[in-house]
């Protein structure tokens, strides 16, 4: 049977991305070349690797990326400017402004750096709480700047490259709570004129939570900012909890059933609200290479992708290419 091009089904609704290393272009590369348009380097963007000590850059890995990607005419998401994870201890010694003076050189570097080649960044990466009683989370950069940290970080992305689109990236945003918390920041950047253009809702899924209804909740409250939603690190969990004690070696049919049919739902959503959504990005490309193998059970083997681990499609694959 022949086997579709994702990026070619979906070329009149948005880009179909997937996160990748700088040594999985090459093992993913059939399937890069064939089914994706756009990548996003998974760390190698990273302050610890970009930026591990002051002044030093390296950007070695994430150019192998761009250059993968220019080279195939995909597009590239830049992730991520601003986090409270992955970041070196150094860049938070000092005052607030030798903090603030600091950022703006990373920006200014790495931004810049990339000009005219990474088409949209994750500006500010996870930076509400969990918690449903606090606003922004326990972390460095807002336990010292505060909301002014995210308020200059869009600022600077923009001044160093003014064509790039700039994205508030979290994940949960399908929860209420979460969402209606994202929703006032994006509301209070725009209201102060800060440059941002999206919301990027991770969509790290299991097959409890959340629910697709949830998802086309999420798009129409963000719509009514007038900004772009793209989901940028899409997995589908075959587990029913992230913290499941099942450890499957090979996934059972009604699970893979029923991951199947959510991506189905999950896409019938995102067509739906096409030129609202405007782009999809997978957390990896196939089975045999997940970030949810190690987390949250150590260990434990997960099969959230599209393709299993011998890069053949799967049933969700087929899902969302028939419609």
């Avoid at 597009?75 to 201890?89: D, E, S």
């Avoid at 253009?197 to 939570?209: D, Y």
Wanted: one cysteine or more; glycine letters at 6%; charged letters at 30%.
């Amino acid at each position: 049977m022949e086997i579709p091009s994702l990026k070619e089904v979906y070329k009149d609704y948005f880009p179909i991305g997937a996160a990748v290393s700088h040594l999985n272009i090459y093992t993913y590369e059939d399937l890069l070349k064939k089914h994706f348009n756009s990548l996003t380097p998974e760390n190698q963007m990273k302050w610890e690797v970009i930026h591990p000590k002051p002044y030093v850059y390296d950007f070695g890995p994430a150019d192998e990326i761009v250059d993968f990607a220019m080279k195939n005419g995909m597009k590239v998401r830049g992730h991520t400017l601003v986090w409270h994870n992955q970041t070196p201890g150094w860049v938070y010694a000092g005052t607030k402004d030798e903090i603030l003076a600091r950022l703006k050189e990373h920006i200014y570097e790495v931004v810049g750096h990339y000009k005219g080649k990474v088409y949209a960044w994750d500006v500010v990466n996870e930076a509400l709480s969990d918690n449903p009683n606090e606003f922004l989370r326990k972390a460095p950069w807002y336990d010292i700047c505060g909301e002014e940290v995210i308020e200059k970080a869009f600022i600077w992305a923009n001044e160093a490259d003014p064509n790039a689109k700039l994205f508030y990236n979290d994940y949960n945003l399908e929860d209420p709570i979460k969402r209606e918390k994202a929703y006032q920041l994006v509301k209070r950047l725009k209201e102060k004129g800060i440059p941002i253009h999206g919301v990027g809702i991770q969509g790290h899924w299991t097959l409890a939570w959340p629910t697709p209804k949830m998802l086309e909740d999420s798009i129409k409250r963000f719509s009514e900012l007038g900004v772009e939603v793209q989901i940028t690190e899409f997995d589908i969990s075959i587990y029913y909890d992230r913290n499941e004690n099942n450890n499957f070696k090979v996934p059972p049919d009604d699970r893979i059933e029923k991951q199947a049919q959510l991506y189905k739902q999950a896409f019938e959503i995102l067509r739906k609200y096409r030129g609202v959504v405007t782009g999809v990005t997978f957390w990896g490309v196939a089975d045999d290479y997940t970030w949810l193998y190690f987390w949250p059970v150590r260990g434990r083997e997960d099969y959230p992708l599209l393709f299993d681990k011998n890069h053949n499609p799967k049933k969700a694959f087929w899902e969302i290419v028939r419609f």
